[in-house]
């Protein structure tokens, strides 16, 4: 157990504060991917860039509900497990691990926020969406829903949303976007969210909770910038 989990609470720029074995529970799989990162060379990386095999089945192994291994076997390959794959790219743009040729490695940021799960957090909170364009305005707009409202599945936030991308003139083929449309962006991002604990599992269609964490990394994500 690190040092600060016997602390009683982690104030973060979300406004209010967490316990810190909460927030660790939480950020149990992050941690654990940056930690294989910041090992000896690394997180060796296939050709493609994706994770390597046999981190993908320990990944599973951590989170079996994941992937059922009993009905189909071990997963092969990173793109298989959508939640993994969220994970992997939030981590590269919260710039907390950076690829060199085919390793993946810890920035000296993610080994700094390692020990400081607050700010691990909110960095967390902060790269949910995309960098930029239509679906980080989706995911901006999800994670306001998801604060708002405690959750729902992946087609009510995405129809919740669609009044205010049409006000922002966001269009697709020239057309206002449609729910078919903005779905599958908040199905990727539910899943990613679940991987850093900050929402409960939305296997099988079930609707989405926000979790103690959650609620303090997304206030974070939507707080000014230092």
């Known amino acids: 157990m690190s040092e600060h989990a016997g602390s009683p609470g982690l104030p973060g720029a979300g406004g209010g504060e967490l316990d810190a074995t909460v927030a660790d529970g939480a950020l149990a799989l992050v941690r654990?991917?940056?930690a294989c990162a910041g090992e000896d060379g690394g997180i060796a990386l296939t050709e493609t860039g994706a994770l390597n095999r046999a981190l993908v089945r320990e990944a599973v192994a951590r989170r079996p509900e994941w992937w059922d291994t009993d009905v189909v076997g071990?997963?092969?390959?990173?793109?298989?497990?959508r939640p993994l794959a969220g994970l992997h790219a939030l981590l590269r743009r919260g710039r907390l691990v950076r690829r060199r040729g085919r390793r993946l490695l810890l920035t000296a940021r993610g080994r700094e926020l390692l020990e400081q799960p607050a700010a691990l957090l909110e960095t967390v909170g902060r790269a949910l969406p995309a960098a930029g364009g239509f679906e980080a305005a989706v995911g901006a707009l999800a994670g306001g829903v998801l604060l708002s409202d405690d959750g729902g599945s992946a087609r009510e936030i995405a129809t919740a949303i669609m009044p205010a991308l049409i006000a922002k003139g966001w269009r697709a083929d020239h057309r206002p976007p449609v729910v078919d449309h903005v779905r599958p962006i908040v199905d990727e991002l539910l899943w990613t969210a679940d991987a850093a604990g900050l929402v409960s599992s939305p296997r099988a269609g079930r609707l989405v909770a926000v979790t103690e964490p959650g609620r303090f990394a997304l206030r974070a994500a939507t707080s000014p910038h230092d």
């Open 32 to 34: 654990w991917l940056l």
């Open 74 to 81: 071990p997963p092969y390959q990173e793109a298989e497990i």
